[in-house]
């Protein structure tokens, strides 16, 4: 694998997401690469970066409570495209180790959200998990 920056909360990557119900079917693999957002980063116990990074989607929720619509200003910070609509799910995850991922591409970061943005989608991701809504799909 190639040298690459370790991923950092806000940041904005390229990454092949698997939502929950395509690996409840048994898929292993996400469907297409699609901007992730890192929402939390910790250590392990053999001290690899874990990230923690949920979907970016030109979809629509569907009046779900756990997706927030990406303001324009935060689709140029994170390098997205400007003319599409675009949420952010926080209610879907996958967890990853970047270090020995994959999954990762050396030049799959796009950007970066603002810290206020981050803290908001941390936020509403802290709602998920606390209504008990956030599915997390381990990649490691």
């Known amino acids: 694998m190639a040298e690459r920056a370790p991923p950092a909360v806000g940041d904005v990557?390229?990454?092949p997401f698997l939502w929950s119900r395509e690996a409840a079917r048994g898929e292993t693999e996400g469907?297409?690469?699609r901007p992730v957002a890192?929402?939390?980063l910790t250590r392990n116990a053999a001290g690899e970066t874990e990230v923690l990074m949920v979907p970016i989607t030109s979809q629509a929720p569907?009046?779900?409570p756990f997706a927030m619509e990406?303001?324009?200003i935060e689709k140029r910070r994170a390098?997205?495209?400007q003319h599409l609509r675009l949420w952010v799910v926080t209610?879907?995850?996958n967890i990853?180790?970047?270090e020995r991922s994959f999954y990762f591409e050396p030049d799959g970061r796009l950007g970066a959200f603002g810290l206020q943005f981050t803290k908001a989608v941390q936020a509403l991701m802290i709602q998920a998990l606390k209504a008990r809504k956030l599915k997390g799909t381990s990649r490691r």
């Open 38 to 40: 890192m929402t939390l």
């Open 70 to 72: 990406v303001p324009d």
């Open 13 to 15: 990557w390229r990454y």
């Open 62 to 64: 569907g009046g779900s």
């Open 96 to 98: 990853d180790l970047p």
């Open 79 to 81: 390098g997205l495209d």
């Open 91 to 93: 209610d879907e995850a």
């Open 31 to 33: 469907r297409k690469v």
